[in-house]
Nanobody, 127 residues
């Protein structure tokens, strides 16, 4: 069993930065893909970013490209999300997720690819 714990959320003004962390406990393989999704009130869950364990390749949702950076530290079973130039529309609950195997790249943006999910950390961007 894998448990995930996100941290780093908060309330900031537009243009600010935040760094989210997600620590995984349990059997997490260094090859497992790890990802961030977010869900704003009344909206569907949205893919934010993913990083492969095997190659370290990174993938981003269109709305965060160029502003967010995902990274992972396999030795600590931790994935990070550096969020810069935050906008009001980035307000959401951010969840990290861990998958298994080596899914094709096109599947990394789908929530169904991931087996384990954290409870989420809230990010509020407002002036």
């Amino acid at each position: 069993q894998v448990q995930l714990a996100e941290s780093g959320g908060g309330s900031v003004q537009p243009g600010a930065s935040l760094r989210l962390s997600c620590a995984a406990s349990g059997q997490v393989f260094s090859t497992s893909p790890m990802a961030w999704f977010r869900q704003a009130p009344g909206q569907e869950r949205e893919f934010v970013a993913a990083v492969r364990g095997s190659t370290g390749m990174k993938y981003y949702g269109d709305s965060v490209k160029g502003r967010f950076t995902v990274s992972r530290e396999n030795g600590k079973n931790t994935v990070y999300l550096q969020m810069n130039s935050l906008k009001n529309e980035d307000t959401a609950i951010y969840h990290c997720a861990v998958g298994s195997g080596s899914p094709t790249s096109s599947f990394l943006r789908y929530a169904s690819t991931y087996t384990y999910w954290g409870q989420g950390t809230t990010v509020t961007v407002s002036s």
